[in-house]
């Protein structure tokens, strides 16, 4: 008998690492629904893109909404200069036949969460639209049962020195989030880092014989040309921690926050790894060396991912977009 497939409803910014996660997703794991916010670029283009995805992949049935189009407190400042103006490189999207659904997509958040406590929540763009959600129904914190979140690092930022895109886009609501009490699973910038887009995982994509495969191969060929080799698919490692778990070699539970106020920090995911701090200065930080469970105040509530398997990364994702060619 075969398990059941887990139920998750994914919220995106679908940007080139938006898309090629919600290609592991739909093909790995139950999609009831996505819901779209304003982030790698405007709203109108990341749900027009998610509607795109799923339609590549045959996956129509999948509802697609469309949520906030700019954070809770500043304009959206988007990251087209990543993603291209359109969001998914090179890819010229036409306005994709599968409509979009009519219901706003924290009210499609809300009424679900209501009638549904066992659909874990995926988290690929800013978390204004799940802040929204908990504002307007507190209930939530107590029915959606984790979080996976891309997001924030337990090192260094990448939209600045301190901080993850999605988290600096929106920091008021990712602080929302991770006050919840919602178990959360991070995967933030430390850990993509070790995801490297090549030319062989390109080639690799590039041979199989389906249209998802190669709009994958193009999405690479964009990561490649525009970051020269030190490209990562972001929200692709987040998924795989559900996908193939596997793939997450190392994770530590630790207490994080995050950080408004800061001059130069605003939007800083602060990881307190102190209680992980190894024996000598040159140890790594690691849970063999847990002095206590956590310090006073600041008990874990998120577990970090902090290692990736590379190579299972690429067995997993090679391994999907075969299954893309299987009627
Ligand atoms: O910092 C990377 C994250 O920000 C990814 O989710 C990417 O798609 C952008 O949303
Ligand atoms: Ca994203």
């Not at 778990?245 to 207490?255: D, E, G, Q, W, Y």
Request: a negative charge; one cysteine or more.
């Amino acid at each position: 008998m075969t398990t059941p497939r887990r139920k998750v409803i994914i919220d995106c910014d679908t940007g080139v690492d938006d898309a090629l996660a919600l290609v592991l997703c739909l093909k790995n794991l139950e999609v009831v629904g996505i819901t779209t916010v304003g982030g790698n670029v405007g709203l109108a283009s990341t749900q027009r893109n998610t509607r795109y995805v799923t339609e590549v992949t045959g996956y129509t049935h999948v509802p697609v909404f469309a949520g906030y189009d700019r954070p809770m407190l500043e304009p959206l400042r988007d990251a087209s200069y990543v993603h291209g103006a359109g969001g998914l490189g090179p890819i010229e999207v036409p306005e994709p036949k599968k409509p979009l659904e009519s219901r706003h997509g924290v009210d499609y958040l809300i009424e679900t969460y209501m009638a549904h406590d066992d659909i874990t929540l995926i988290t690929l763009g800013p978390l204004t639209n799940v802040a929204h959600a908990l504002l307007r129904e507190p209930r939530l914190a107590g029915r959606i049962p984790e979080i996976l979140c891309m997001g924030g690092s337990a090192t260094f930022g990448n939209a600045t020195p301190a901080a993850e895109f999605n988290i600096y886009t929106d920091p008021e609501a990712a602080k929302i989030v991770f006050e919840s009490g919602i178990p959360i699973r991070m995967v933030g910038l430390n850990l993509t880092r070790e995801q490297r887009v090549t030319p062989a995982l390109m080639a690799a994509a590039e041979a199989i014989d389906n249209d998802v495969a190669r709009m994958v191969a193009r999405l690479c060929g964009h990561v490649l040309d525009r970051s020269g080799g030190t490209g990562s698919f972001c929200d692709a490692c987040a998924v795989m921690w559900l996908v193939e778990p596997a793939v997450i070699t190392k994770s530590l539970k630790l207490h994080v926050t995050v950080e408004t106020r800061g001059e130069f920090t605003r939007g800083m995911t602060v990881c307190d790894t102190r209680p992980y701090a190894g024996a000598a200065p040159g140890v790594d930080i690691d849970r063999q060396w847990q002095s206590e469970p956590s310090l006073p105040g600041k008990a874990p509530n998120v577990e970090v991912a902090m290692d990736l398997d590379q190579e299972k990364f690429n067995e997993v994702l090679l391994d999907t977009l075969r299954r893309y060619s299987e009627t």
